[in-house]
DNA sequence: CACTTGCCTAAGCGCTTGCTCACCTTCAGG
DNA sequence: CCTGAAGGTGAGCAAGCGCTTAGGCAAGTG
């Protein structure tokens, strides 16, 4: 239980995150709320896995929901930053929306278990945190609705319900976090390619080479 | 809160349930487990909806996961039934997909609360409750493989990896339940609409009329 | 050296949790 | 009218919860 660390690439995971202890704190509680769900996981399960006491948790965070808040955030806009840059990248339409989805299934894939607790854990959020993380997902909804619309202008794509079909592409990406296992046969990669292909489709784009 | 009953349509919910008092807290249950979650929700909060004292709950269910439990068996049987009418029906498979598509996802639409635990809280339930209940799923994942197996067959659908794009057809209807809203703009049949619309694209199928 | 600062632990407080138990009420059958 | 079953309640138990407090230790600074 918990062997496999979540670290996927070259790049040490949570960098940002700052003193060691907080770190390790964090990716503790990560694995435990990714597992068994923020409600089920208690301080003690926390600390306990990150090698600490249960008061050690207080020392780097005020509250157990201030943690949740850090991952939900920090994931957040880990995301955002990966469809932007998408969608104000260089191509046509069809090549962005591509590079978009496939990045962002690849990041829900391959950090699964953030993407879990970043996506399904909203609700456990206190009242203004949750209205700061809402703020954050309109922003990557507008992120992709603009290069359908963009698409849909150039004449390239065939949309006849632009707000739905940027749900339905939002909605398919993001539910990879649920299913996706490492112990399964696919890797991130080919989940994102696969995924960017049937988008594509989706939107009536002629078929890539 | 808790006043708008979830009541779509003319038949009465949960009918198989009984006695009464059975039924009125297993509906109680789904409404509170689905807007916090099962380990947010107390066995006093569920009580308190359905107008009982908390021990009152004890008379008709073993536990609390015992209530998961019948929610989670109830709400499989129903999505698995939608599915393999659609599967074991008549017309193309283009129209067989279309039909599963859109009533798979009108249910979860229309029956989002219950959907939402149905499809969320999985994890909550114990071992041997959670293995029966993965049994059904697979045998949801095979129907809708097997209409997309017989389009391949037929000619009619064009798709590179089956097994792939049934999963991401599963997850995209299943996704339904997270976001929508009954506030919101769309109604459960314009989404299924939709979806199925989208599905047929993801397939490859010829535009239908 | 004394003193502060950063980081940690052992112990435990106050409260809530899932669940139980002794008891009460209603009502059909003999 | 008595009885037993069915379905309910109020009080409360043991365990576990999030979080606090008092204090210890090592390192850096005057």
Redesign the pocket.
Known sequence: MGAAKETLGEEQPWAEVS????R??LIAAVEAFAERGY?????????GRA?????????????????LHRISRLGHDKALDILRSAADGEGTPAERLSDAVRSFVRWHAGHHMTARVVQYELDALGAEHRTEIVALRRQSDAAVREIINDGVRAGDFDVPDVPGTTLAVLSLCIDVARWFNVAGRRTPDEVGATYADLVLRMVGAAPQK
Chains 1, 2 share one sequence.
């Open positions: 003193p060691d202890a907080a390790r704190l409600h089920a996981t208690t301080t003690r399960d926390i600390a090698g600490m006491s249960p008061a050690a948790l207080y020392i780097h965070y005020k509250t157990k929901e201030e943690l």
